[in-house]
């Protein structure tokens, strides 16, 4: 089954610990991305990546760090978290040929910062 | 700055009504726009429009795309109670979805 998985699905830590959350999916898609999504304000991409060893900043970059070793995996790391990282996030992945294919996405990651 | 815009923020309506939810753009490079259904989870796609004036149709939802005035909207008509969610609107540029605040709308039984 075609599908973008993320862990861990809920997550409470304090302030200055370093988490990852990883993304892993299974359709060889080249394309995957991070967004951040918080009450009235939609979703906003953090990183992407275009393929292995090619990451880009997205709108909301601060506060975070990516890494694109292999091609099915994207994990988002927050190397010192803050509360106002507190948020749901979203891995999603796509291949490049967008016009037909839209993104798919995990199912989300609950984060609260403390 | 690439903008996405949609309205209304939320809506409320009965069972059996129809609505109509709308999202305009500003951006550079545009290849498509797309629409999602958020309900608990993640965003599930509905439509991806690229082309003005072809009507996107899925049962009771339908979506179209007008280019010159840089808007598309997406209908639901005889709505259910299992229509009420989080609709998001996407434009992809240069690689990038550029995200609405998305309109949440509730169907009262």
């Known amino acids: 089954e075609a599908q973008v998985t993320q862990n861990p699905r809920y997550l409470i830590t304090v302030t200055g610990k370093k988490l990852t959350v990883t993304c892993s999916q299974n359709?060889?898609?080249?394309?995957m991305s991070w967004y951040r999504q918080d009450p009235g304000l939609g979703l906003r991409q953090i990183y992407y990546?275009?393929?292995?060893?090619?990451?880009d900043k997205g709108d909301v970059p601060e506060g975070y760090k990516v890494s694109r070793k292999e091609k099915r995996n994207f994990p988002l790391i927050l190397e010192s978290p803050s509360p106002n990282q507190t948020s749901l996030y979203f891995c999603?992945?796509?291949?490049?040929?967008?016009?037909?294919?839209?993104?798919?996405f995990g199912d989300g990651t609950r984060l609260s910062i403390l | 700055e690439d903008k996405v815009v949609q309205s209304p923020l939320s809506l409320v309506v009965h069972e059996g009504d129809t609505v109509t939810l709308n999202c305009s753009y500003e951006?550079?490079?545009?290849?498509?726009l797309l629409w999602y259904k958020q309900e608990k989870k993640a965003p599930t796609f509905l439509f991806m429009l690229?082309?003005s004036g072809i009507e996107k149709k899925s049962g009771r939802l339908s979506s179209i795309l007008d280019k010159k005035e840089l808007f598309s909207i997406l209908n639901i008509t005889a709505t259910q109670t299992g229509d009420s969610a989080i609709y998001l609107c996407?434009?992809?540029?240069?690689?990038?979805?550029?995200w609405g605040a998305g309109t949440k709308l509730i169907i009262k039984p």
């Open positions: 999603a992945s796509s291949s490049l040929d967008r016009v037909t294919q839209p993104q798919h």
């Open positions: 359709m060889n898609h080249e394309y």
């Open positions: 996407a434009v992809e540029s240069n690689y990038q979805l550029i």
């Open positions: 990546s275009m393929n292995v060893e090619v990451t």
């Open positions: 690229t082309s």
């Open positions: 951006v550079t490079n545009f290849r498509s």
